[in-house]
């Protein structure tokens, strides 16, 4: 079974400074696939950056970097240089790639992040 | 751009009615999901189907059906309404590779009373 925890219900950061998102996975697959995802709060999801198992450098997509430690199984987001519009839900995700997990994807709690001007 | 449509947007219903929540997409993925989404415990698989024709249960299939009415339409089922299925319900899809994101329709907000 795949377990995904997010332990930051929410989180507050000034604009223009950087933030960490944490999240930690749990899986006996060994290939997998970690997402996050943005949930503004008109509801929608927005897919934000991928890092596959097997990829040997950390996944960036712009301001959005994830720092990725396969031996701690952490797969935590960085956002760079807050912007107001970045206030909202943001999920950790995991795919399995084999098995009865292929395809499904499991989803953490959810942090909510807050930035003040 | 359509991606993945969801209908209705909004809906109300009344413990005990019946009503399917409608998913198509247009992206010619052959994946298909429905999640439901609740306070404070993020998204949990409904239903998925893999291939048209195929459906299996995700984590939280009770109380649901599902059809793969073809390759674009996967639609789910409340047989019988109950309060315990007041949520949001996304419908996502993807190609079935391993770094391919899932893309989600708007959401359903069901309310039963």
């Known amino acids: 079974a795949q377990k995904i925890t997010q332990t930051q219900p929410g989180m507050f950061v000034q604009e223009k400074e950087a933030v960490t998102l944490d999240c930690t996975y749990d899986?006996?697959?060994?290939?997998?696939?970690l997402f996050w995802y943005k949930q503004p709060s008109s509801g929608e999801m927005i897919f934000l950056i991928y890092q596959g198992s097997y990829d040997q450098q950390n996944a960036t997509e712009g301001r959005y970097s994830l720092n990725f430690q396969k031996a701690r199984k952490s797969a935590n987001l960085v956002i760079s240089a807050s912007q107001l519009g970045d206030s909202a839900m943001y999920f950790c995700?995991?795919?399995?790639?084999?098995?009865?997990?292929?395809?499904?994807?499991?989803f953490g709690q959810g942090t909510i992040l807050t930035v003040h001007p | 751009n359509a991606g993945v449509t969801q209908t209705p947007k909004f809906q109300v219903l009344k413990t005990g009615q019946s009503m399917t929540l409608q998913c198509a997409q247009d992206m010619n993925h052959n994946s298909m999901y429905w999640y439901r989404q609740d306070p404070g415990m993020g998204l949990r698989l409904i239903y998925y189907s893999a291939s048209e024709g195929t459906t299996d249960k995700g984590e939280v299939p009770n109380g649901y059906n599902v059809s793969r009415l073809n390759k674009r339409e996967f639609s789910l089922r409340l047989e019988s309404a109950a309060p315990s299925q007041t949520s949001v319900y996304f419908c996502a899809s993807n190609w079935d590779r391993a770094n391919q994101p899932q893309h989600f329709g708007d959401g359903t907000r069901l309310s039963i009373l």
């Open positions: 899986t006996s697959d060994p290939s997998y696939g």
């Open positions: 995700a995991m795919r399995g790639a084999g098995g009865t997990s292929y395809g499904k994807l499991t």
